[in-house]
Nanobody, 124 residues
């Protein structure tokens, strides 16, 4: 069975940093594009970032460019999201997702596997 497990969320003050991790099992990790999505209370889910199979290509939504960094370690079957200069608007549940392919995607519907989410809360 495929399993994606996020960790690293928590409550921090604005301006702080967090590193989210997503550990994958039950799949050949290097065959999957990996992405991060988030959903804030009362808002639609949105794409955050994605990384190609080898880690050589990344994509970010405009609101997080310059503050968030996605990376992966295929030897550890893990994808990361480094979040810096946190803002209250970053408060959301963050989800890790996987899609088999070679092209990074912003479409949630293209991702076949999802983690349970990890809560990030940013206070002002």
């Amino acid at each position: 069975q495929v399993q994606l497990v996020e960790s690293g969320g928590g409550s921090v003050q604005a301006g702080g940093s967090l590193r989210l991790s997503c550990a994958a099992s039950g799949l050949t990790f290097s065959n999957y594009v990996m992405g991060w999505f988030r959903q804030a209370p009362g808002k639609d889910g949105e794409f955050v970032a994605a990384v190609s199979r080898s880690g050589g290509t990344t994509d970010y939504t405009d609101s997080v460019k310059g503050r968030f960094t996605i990376s992966r370690d295929n030897a550890k079957n893990t994808v990361y999201l480094q979040i810096n200069t946190l803002k209250p608007d970053d408060t959301a549940v963050y989800y890790c997702a996987a899609v088999r392919g070679y092209t990074v995607s912003r479409r949630a519907s293209e991702y076949g596997y999802w983690g349970q989410g990890t809560q990030v809360t940013v206070s002002s």
